[in-house]
């Protein structure tokens, strides 16, 4: 019987190195201040406007917009799945303030409102609104308003009670997307 044998030899050189550098997003501490927060019109054409209280709850914010996460994805393979996650995101998800509010709660007053519908209903011609959340960073960032409501959707319910008395009851959300931090 015959044997067949086979050698190769190879060597090995040093060749460049490929280095990654990624920024991690590391969430600062915030103690819950009492800061109010405000919205600030470019140029100050409208004044600025200091919340009368802030929302009872929020969406996608903490001390730092939580509006961009990283896509990942698994894709089934002979052996199981592989995971990929991508470090890019998408950065476009809504900020969401509420203050709330039902039938025998109000949420804010009637004056509030219509100085954040005046924000919403003149966009300004150049440069943007800033908001700051002082009582979660002292940081001010460039937004877009999509949309303020009352009761729900893309309505605005008002009560006749509360509405003499210069109040709106049910949830009034503001909603908004990040363009940037503001200089």
Known sequence: MA??????TFEIQATDYLEEILDLVLLPEAPGLDALRFLRYPGDILPPLIYEQNP???ENFDTVPLTGRPLSKTDLTLE??????????????????????????LSATLYFFRRLWEYWANPPADGYITWWPQDRTS???NIHIEDVSVAGGDTVIMDYIATRNGYLVGDLTFTFRILGEAA
């Open 3 to 8: 044997i067949i044998t086979a050698q190769t």
């Open 56 to 58: 009872d709850k929020w």
């Open 80 to 105: 199981g799945s592989r995971t990929a996650q991508w470090p890019g995101y998408v950065a476009d998800r809504p900020v969401r303030e509420v203050w709330k509010g039902d039938e025998r709660r």
């Open 139 to 141: 940081k001010g960032y």
